[in-house]
């Protein structure tokens, strides 16, 4: 079947550019250059052979090692690697083979490689931001499902109120977190961005329970909030709309109007 061998290949696609987010995540808080210098082993700096760099599979052909000095190699490099494939994979599953499904693997890939430079270093660097203007570009000139106007009011819907609580409870949020909610909620526009924020605060929750439950965690631990933001911004673009949906026939509202007043493909 020919369409299965398109979504193999997807996948294969994803999963190189997971290779390339590994690249970013390690290098860029680094401030190392991430388009200059062949992948290298972080310990001993032996150069990876071309058959030591295919996704996902080379970590388990390595067994987890490097072949020269023995050091493990994260498990965190094959998980990169197989999001970028699964996400590839939603993006298509869900907008076809689209210019949309680009944009939006484009905005999820960003979102990963953001995520992971958040858990180690506390911070969303300002280029991975600037980064995600362009899809914000690409939607206002050739997607016409939101209006300017929606937009605009996701740029500011829930990067405003953040701000406003940092002034009252100092550090609720990081300074990335709100610029990641103001670019994200203007690509989204304001109905969608209040999905997202919601399932990042749903999950954020859930982990900081997760916390408390551990036995020497502290109440005022602080923990990395980009990564619950963006899986809550990932799994809006790819069900916001079914959500929204759910939602309000659960409250029973549904029936009483034709159709669901929010209607959204991001754009
Ligand atoms: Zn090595």
Not at 93 to 115: C, G, H, I, N
Not at 232 to 256: D, K, N, T
Request: hydrophobic share 55%.
């Amino acid at each position: 079947m020919p369409v299965t061998i398109a979504y193999v290949f997807v996948f294969i696609i994803g999963a190189s550019v997971g290779s390339f987010l590994n690249v970013l995540i390690y290098r860029v808080p680094r401030g190392e250059d991430f388009v200059k210098g062949r992948s290298h082993c972080t310990n001993c700096g032996v150069t990876l052979k071309f058959y030591n760099m295919i996704p996902i599979l080379s970590w388990f052909l390595l067994k987890g090692k490097c072949k020269n000095c023995d050091s493990k190699i994260s498990a965190r490099y094959p998980l990169v690697e197989a999001i970028g494939g699964v996400l590839a994979l939603a993006c298509v599953l869900k907008l076809d083979f689209s210019l949309r499904a680009v944009v939006a693997f484009f905005v999820m890939s960003m979102l990963v490689a953001l995520s992971f430079v958040d858990l180690d270093t506390m911070e969303i660097p300002n280029g991975f931001l600037l980064w995600l203007i362009v899809p914000c570009v690409i939607s206002v000139i050739m997607f016409d499902d939101l209006t300017l106007k929606q937009k605009v009011i996701g740029f500011f819907v829930v990067s405003l109120p953040m701000l406003l609580l940092t002034y009252v409870v100092d550090g609720a949020f990081g300074g990335g977190d709100i610029k990641l909610m103001a670019v994200c909620g203007f690509f989204l526009g304001w109905q969608i961005t209040l999905v997202a924020t919601f399932l990042g605060l749903v999950l954020g929750s859930i982990y900081g329970v997760f916390l408390l439950t551990r036995k020497n965690a502290e109440l005022k631990q602080h923990f990395a909030f980009g990564p619950f933001l963006s899986a809550g911004i990932i799994i809006a673009i790819l069900w916001g709309q079914e959500l929204v949906e759910l939602y309000i026939r659960m409250f029973f509202v549904y029936p009483y109007i034709s159709e669901c007043p929010v209607k959204f493909i991001f754009g």
